[in-house]
């Protein structure tokens, strides 16, 4: 048996409502990054250790927020692999298999060294002494060059997945249709610009946005789909 219809009610409906809670997830996310951007894109790292004394919780919800989105994209993004795989749609499977990789990466690398940074933020401001202050402003700048590091090697590997589910779902449009296509397209490609754009501050956080907001739109139309099954 093949097809959307040999995977389980059950688990379209969870897929479904997992890909809806990723969307809203996203869109909460935007209002957090600006709230933290002082934190995100430092002048400096001592500006950077300075204004997360000050965010500690806006910067904790945006991790946490991040960490809830992954974990619900990993049921939705199991929900779709079953599903197209099912339907032999190979290029879309192989794009959902990049981004669950790419989860892997974030969740194991990226969002641990957040809060890395949160704690070395909380010693710099208990320290005593120069030598404390100055080995704690290296650590903190060891963490967060990894986890951006991170950050943009999970965004290319997603791109590259997206590429392949938009591409895959603009050749078979009967399942999803085309709007979910050109948005997967569009999303692939703002994700894999994150890494030239990563050299401007301000070039980054408009792309951010605009994948945010593009990404929650195509979760919106997937997560609706599944649903429906």
């Known amino acids: ?13 969870a897929g479904g409502l997992s ?23 430092p002048s400096s790292t001592l500006a950077g250790i300075q204004a997360l004394q000050g965010l500690t919780i806006t910067y904790g919800t945006w991790v946490g927020t991040l960490i809830a989105l992954e974990l619900f994209t990993v049921v939705g993004f199991g929900s779709l692999y079953f599903v197209l795989r099912g339907t032999r749609q190979l290029g879309a499977v192989a794009g959902v298999l990049l981004i669950m990789f790419s989860i892997g990466v974030g969740l194991a690398a990226d969002f641990p ?46 791109g590259l997945g ?11 449009r009967f399942l999803f249709g085309r709007p979910t296509s050109y948005l997967a397209l569009l999303g692939g490609a703002l994700f894999i610009g994150a890494l030239p754009a990563s050299a401007s501050p301000a070039a980054f956080g408009v792309l951010f946005i605009v994948s945010s907001l593009v990404l929650a739109a195509f979760d919106a139309l997937v997560g609706r789909r599944l649903y429906r099954m």
Do not use: C, H, W
């Open 1 to 13: 048996m093949s097809g959307p219809g040999a995977v389980s009610t059950g688990l379209k409906k």
């Open 19 to 41: 890909f809806i809670a990723v969307a809203l997830l996203q869109i909460l996310s935007i209002p957090l990054s600006l709230a933290s951007a002082s934190v995100l894109l």
């Open 162 to 172: 997206f590429l392949l589910i938009g591409y895959t779902m603009f050749e078979d």
């Open 113 to 158: 060294l957040r809060y890395v940074q949160i704690n070395l933020a909380t010693d710099y401001a208990a320290a005593t002494s120069d030598l404390q202050r100055s080995g704690i402003v290296a650590a903190y700048r060891l963490a967060l060059d990894t986890s951006n590091i991170a950050a943009l090697m999970e965004s290319v590997i997603s």
